[in-house]
């Protein structure tokens, strides 16, 4: 490869942001793969995230397989697996991280910016066809959906690996309750990588440069070139404009775009990831959606030949198979692995959408109504309540988008309600699964505060209950009121005698078995939601959250679960 390190690309005021560009040895035009990201494109994967690295390169050896490893870097692709095939690779460090210097304001529109002059910048280089293309997994993915809302002239397709999109719902406020993965996350993965910390930070193994820039500058120094991003959130509690402007606007992405999920996404990309497939402009899109680690399918075979068949197709004008390839891509989630199957739509045309209604005499999940008038109370922050449904008599396969419909008082003025999709095994034990980050990760989960329960019509569906998140509606203490609450998309084949559970709760869900440890990069131990914990007391204090939540069940407060059953299908490969 040709290599050009921290390249200069000017932005539109003027600030110099610093890219590594790696190009095919052959002189001529190729279409380039561009990343934008605070992560240091200067700080290699083995160094910044060796517990993800090593891990990833022992259970997948594809990974590591055919590179020498040398250019490795977090969430973005190995330019020696892409760059012998035709394509130019571009590293853009984000304004205030790595190697270029700035304010950081994570997602914000100077950022959305940015990212629209580096691909026009790549675009007209005598090295590229004019063709942009942007791939990469989490923030690499995220800034794709905002970026599109602009159209840049340049950009011919996007790969949106594990991508959020929405700053509030998929993010920052889960139902409304404030999620306090981005604080953390900002003070171990931004702040140890910022522009400015020089000598005292990180070293490129490849090129012995310091991975933060040239200039080691003191910590007050730093602290004024990054906003708060921790308090910024906590300080916009609804939908407002802070969070719109960090969000993207469906009706403007048109851009030819692959969205790829995770089952096991439950807390930040997998609502994105779903939500863009079914709402972007864009009349080229595919859907793709798998298990395991958050990092692991990016870098894997499988994951890296999908995308070079959809970015040949964009890019390059390659005459391939790629316009037959069916609209979504399932990795089925069994017990003891995955079947891949494709289907034509989201959700899944042929689901029989089925309630399982909640009794309150013997907390049980049943496939008829009950006629059982009665009330459960349980402590607002506690462990809540658990209904199963009786021994599974058949196979059933849930793939797709779940909601609840709950009555419920509160002693207090607001109730946070956390509800839990749940698989038990016959002898009592749970089904749990690899999650994107957490070892121990339930079925489904889903999230709401009381006081956001006001719904958007024009977005909502029974499957999917869309809230406005646009002003607050406090309770009555003891008065009744029905909340209509979504869990995100899951997927599982349940076995026959196994139950089905849900369960609805005050706080966080909490595996009950052996602890999932810790990763170097992320501040909470792994108890079966990874970093993405719901436990800030500003957000969730004792006195309005701490009360008593009632459950209430009679003939007009009909409660249940709607799952997306999934009848059998040829469908598989």
Same mark, same amino acid.
């Given at each position: ?61 594809? &990974? ?296 309150? &005499? ?94 958007? @019509? ?6 999917? @209950? ?22 995100? @998309?899951?997927?599982?084949?349940? @076995? ?78």
């Amino acid at each position: 490869m040709r290599i050009e390190w921290n390249v200069p690309v000017v932005m539109d005021d003027g600030l110099v942001l610093r890219a590594d560009v790696f190009r095919p040895v052959p002189e001529g035009k190729y279409p380039v793969i561009l990343s934008y990201g605070p992560y240091a494109k200067g700080l290699a994967f083995q160094d910044g995230y060796p517990n993800q690295w090593q891990r990833m390169t022992a259970e997948h050896p594809d &990974v590591a397989a055919g590179s020498t490893n040398r250019y490795q870097n977090w969430e973005v692709v190995d330019p020696e697996k892409w760059v012998p095939d035709g394509y130019v690779c571009v590293r853009v460090d984000s304004r205030g991280c790595g190697c270029s210097a700035g304010y950081i304001d994570h997602f914000g529109p100077r950022e959305t910016r940015d990212l629209y002059d580096c691909i026009e910048w790549a675009a007209v280089q005598p090295w590229c066809t004019g063709k942009v293309g942007l791939n990469g997994i989490s923030y690499y993915a995220i800034n794709q959906w905002h970026v599109a809302s602009l159209e840049p002239p340049h950009l011919a397709a996007m790969c949106v690996w594990e991508g959020a999109a929405d700053w509030y719902r998929d993010m920052t406020r889960h139902g409304g309750i404030l999620c306090t993965f981005w604080a953390n996350w900002y003070d171990m993965q931004v702040k140890t990588v910022q522009y400015g910390l020089g000598a005292r930070g990180a070293v490129s193994r490849v090129t012995g440069e310091p991975a933060c820039g040239p200039e080691t500058l003191p910590e007050a120094e730093l602290a004024k070139r990054r906003c708060d991003l921790g308090s910024e959130i906590v300080a916009h509690p609804l939908d407002d404009d802070y969070h719109k402007a960090r969000s993207p606007v469906w009706s403007r992405v048109r851009v030819p775009f692959l969205t790829a999920g995770n089952w096991g996404g439950q807390g930040l990309h997998l609502r994105g990831n779903v939500e863009g497939f079914v709402r972007a402009a864009s009349t080229r899109k595919w859907l793709e959606i798998h298990g395991l680690e958050h990092w692991t399918h990016f870098y894997t075979d499988y994951g890296r030949l999908l995308q070079k068949r959809f970015f040949d197709h964009f890019l390059k004008g390659q005459d391939d198979d790629w316009p037959t390839q069916p609209r979504v891509q399932l990795q089925i989630r069994r017990l003891d692995g995955f079947v891949r199957r494709f289907e034509d739509e989201w959700p899944i045309a042929r689901t029989r959408w089925t309630k399982l209604y909640l009794n309150p &005499v013997d907390s049980s999940l049943g496939w008829v109504p009950t006629s059982a008038t009665g009330t459960i109370v349980y402590e607002a922050l506690g462990e809540g309540v658990t209904f199963l449904s009786p021994p599974l008599d058949q196979e059933t396969e849930i793939t797709g988008p779940s909601a609840a419909k709950v009555h419920v008082s509160s002693s207090t003025t607001d109730a946070d309600i956390f509800l839990v999709l749940r698989v038990f095994a016959p002898d009592g034990k749970e089904v749990v699964f690899q999650g994107a980050i957490d070892p121990h990760t339930p079925v489904g989960q889903g999230w709401l505060r009381a006081s956001h329960r006001k719904l958007d @019509p024009a977005l909502s569906a029974p499957y999917r @209950p869309y809230h406005a998140h646009d002003e607050q509606w406090p309770l009555t203490p003891g008065e009744v009121v029905e909340l209509e609450i979504g869990i995100w @998309p899951t997927c599982v084949v349940v @076995p026959p005698g196994y139950r089905i559970g849900l369960t609805i709760r005050g706080r966080d869900y909490e595996y009950p078995g052996p602890s999932g440890g810790r990763l170097s990069n992320f501040r909470n131990e792994l108890r079966g939601c990874g970093p993405f914990l719901h436990d800030d007391p500003r957000d969730r204090p004792p006195d309005i959250f701490g009360g008593k939540v009632t459950l209430h069940f009679g003939p007009d407060r009909e409660a249940y679960v709607l799952l997306p059953i999934i009848p059998p299908n040829a469908g598989a490969a």
